[in-house]
């Protein structure tokens, strides 16, 4: 059967790739491009640890099919950081030892982001509402939740 | 669903050619959080898959005239919320659709394909049967329109034929002084399926109300308009004994399944309250409280 060929840009780059018709963006992501820091856990769109930014919008790379993103913009948590410099949530997540298994994280912070990028000063209950479609089963939501407000404060004050 | 090819159709004719080729063993994609779900579980096993995210009519918000929408079919939750005129116009419709599933399953999501899988608990589907909405539907044979309360058979069960497309749900002119609201009961305060759902649409000047459309979900095999409520409603001014009045249809006219979310008394009674509750927020919008 026929490959499909797909161009797009990820993390800023022209990235190109031949996938099948059920190749989820997932399955190219981590299978084909080494980008692994998205993880599939549940594979059904309910954890949200596959959690990337598509045209802007966060989505879950498991509920789309890799054809799907033809000539779309991707953003991955490989992109997060910049030139070795973490990100504020990333590094905010260090400090404030919002991760244990860490499995979830990558979701997290991409989710984090998308608010942050959407809403840059949400309230603690705009936070946990948004991150309700990413699941943690080491159960660490409060400094999750206090990492991504914290951050917040920062970006104001700085702004 | 190793043997699913993919087609990105660019225009409704292809949409629909394709899909009436295939026979049947077509699946429409939009958002794709139900499809795609469905796929890797193996209960659907498409020979087709056809994105229609890349049709103009499926992905627009068009206000054809003042205060009168066009919803594409394969509109996101996020899209939609941003259109802040549709947003204040019909903000019970808004509230339903929004509902749905995480913010990733609001990036993707379509009110087109909340409709089309045809769960008797979808969330959106209530709201858009009390909004009065008409489904513009495209098919080999041409277009058709059918109000949005028959578009339900059966659990998963539509009346969409082989090769045929639901384009876009045109609502109607909103008039001055109506609102909208969709309540939902769950186990859970978020994401979760509507153990009862319950869309008011009114229209209420002067203390009277001149409109009314009260539907019900999760309650029967397919959501339920309740004309009966509107020929109550009319004419009145909403006091408690119109609204206990009402309440009591809704339960009487509830047919619901009995499971570990919900049983048949507990749907039943919700139903009613809910009722109560989202005419209740209606009025308050109306009246800007």
Redesign the interface.
Known sequence: ?AK?QVSTKINNENVDYLC???D?MLDVLRNQLELTGSKESC????C?SC?II?DG????S????A??A?GSKLETIEGMSEGGKLHALQQKFLEKAALQCGICTPGFLM?SK??LDHNPSPTETEVR??L???LCRCTGYDKIVKAVLEVADDMKESA | ??????L?ASTIEEAVNAHSKANGSARF?AG??DL??Q???GIRKPNL?I?V?KIVELNSIEEISENEFVVGASV?G?NLNRNKKFSKLWPGVLEAFRLI?????Q??ASLGGNICNGSPAGDSVPALIAAGCIALIAGPNGKREIPIEEFHIGPGKTVLDNGEMLVSLKFPKREINSSDAYLRMTPRT??DIAVVGCGVNITFENNVCTAARVSLGAVAPTPLLIREASKIMVGSDLNSEILDKVSNICMDLCDPIDDKRGTIDYRTKVAGVLFKRATLTTIDRIKGN
């Open positions: 059967m499909i099948e018709p059920h989820t594979g059904s769109g309910d949200g959690s598509l919008e966060l989505v879950c498991c509920l789309m099919l054809a799907e033809e989710a998308a608010l509402f948004w309700a479609g990413n | 669903m190793s043997d699913t090819q993919y990105a994609l794709g959080t795609l779900v796929i890797k579980s898959v994105d995210k996101s996020v599933g995480s913010e990733q399953i990036g993707r978020e994401m």
